[in-house]
């Protein structure tokens, strides 16, 4: 589960967030743990939430979204998974070779899972002022990923110069907590605004339904892009309008594999390969006659057009053959070669 937090993070990282997707069923945990391991997500996202830990009576539904006859604090409740339920979820993923987050809501998430041995926690931007729960982390050393979709840029100082103090590794991820978000308010100029800043790796968390924001941030140096997964947009589970599919996010993964080796293989205008050499001498073009010459006649300059291949003399030749005497009958519509004049 260890790793070498600002290495891995060089290239860029998608996160694919379960969320509640999973409805609270290790089987359906699992299933999606294998699909989105087969369209090639780097990391599986999950939350951990303990109801009692985290929930009070007075926790509603956020606008536009209720369950019939549940209160929100039950709804944690239905989602929760067990120790030994994370310990299958974490174990499947080693199996499918893909690594395991997760968001903590409550300090008490925290100790739950601390002995499966993760050094890296998502903290959601609501997490983000739960001054307990970080705290908790900080003191323990561990690296975080941190949202800030309900974040100042005072807030996010505040917060960088105490992780800058306790030598703590953290990454930033520009978010915005609407959901389904606005493409046109994502706010993709902030994540390099936080890089250039504080010097760290940076990110979005997407919540538009839609594969732009994410394709775009990686496009403009994104170390990380998190996107909802679902397998139903249309399932009225809270997140789906918020969620990409599966079939969206085996494109993005194609788009960002095709951008990292664009980037990684870099070219020179000095000079040309040889395969532009050889397509140069091709689609170029070399001076011929309009009109037959006999021997012993000189090459006018309007009697020559240039047509394709580019094997012969070119536009910049032109002094090499104006008035040159024919040394032999030279046809038209042929290119124009040494052979041909005096």
Not at 48 to 67: G, M, P, V, W, Y
Not at 120 to 131: H, P, R, V
Not at 205 to 218: F, K, N, R, T, V
Not at 246 to 271: C, D, G, R, S
Request: charged share 30%; net charge positive; with cysteine.
């Amino acid at each position: 589960m260890k790793v070498n937090f600002f290495k891995y993070f060089n290239e860029p990282r998608i996160i694919a967030e379960i969320g509640q997707s999973h409805e609270g069923k290790l089987s359906k945990a699992k299933h999606l743990i294998k699909e989105i391991s087969a369209a090639g997500a780097d990391i599986v996202k999950f939350q951990t939430h303990l109801a009692n830990a985290e929930s009070s009576k007075d926790d509603k539904f956020r606008k536009n979204f209720k369950l019939t006859n549940i209160t929100r604090h039950q709804y944690w409740k239905k989602n929760e998974f067990s120790f030994r339920e994370w310990g299958e979820i974490i174990k499947f993923c080693k199996k499918k070779k893909i690594k395991f987050l997760t968001s903590l809501f409550s300090v008490k998430s925290y100790h739950l899972l601390k002995p499966f041995g993760i050094n890296t926690w998502k903290i959601g931007s609501g997490e983000f002022f739960s001054e307990d729960l970080l705290n908790e982390l900080i003191k323990e050393k561990q690296n975080l990923i941190i949202s800030t979709g309900m974040s100042t840029s005072n807030d996010i100082k505040r917060l960088h110069i105490k992780l800058k103090k306790c030598k703590i590794k953290y990454s930033l991820l520009q978010c915005v907590s609407s959901y389904p978000s606005e493409i046109k308010k994502t706010g993709i100029n902030i994540i390099n605004e936080l890089r250039d800043k504080y010097g760290v790796p940076t990110g979005l968390s997407d919540h538009s339904g839609s594969i732009y924001p994410a394709l775009l941030a990686i496009a403009l140096g994104a170390n990380i892009v998190e996107v909802h997964i679902t397998e139903n947009k249309k399932d009225g589970l809270p997140d789906s309008t918020s969620s990409i599919d599966l079939n969206e996010l085996k494109l993005l993964v194609a788009a960002k594999k095709n951008f990292v080796l664009m980037l990684k293989n870099k070219i020179k205008k000095n000079k040309l390969s040889f395969t532009q050499k050889t397509n140069k001498r091709l689609f170029t073009k070399s001076a011929t006659l309009i009109n037959p010459i006999k021997k012993g006649q000189r090459i006018k300059y309007n009697n020559i057009v240039f047509k394709k291949p580019g094997f012969g003399y070119s536009y910049n030749d032109l002094n090499k053959i104006i008035n040159r005497k024919a040394k032999i009958d030279i046809e038209s519509n042929i290119l124009i070669k040494k052979k041909h004049f005096e």
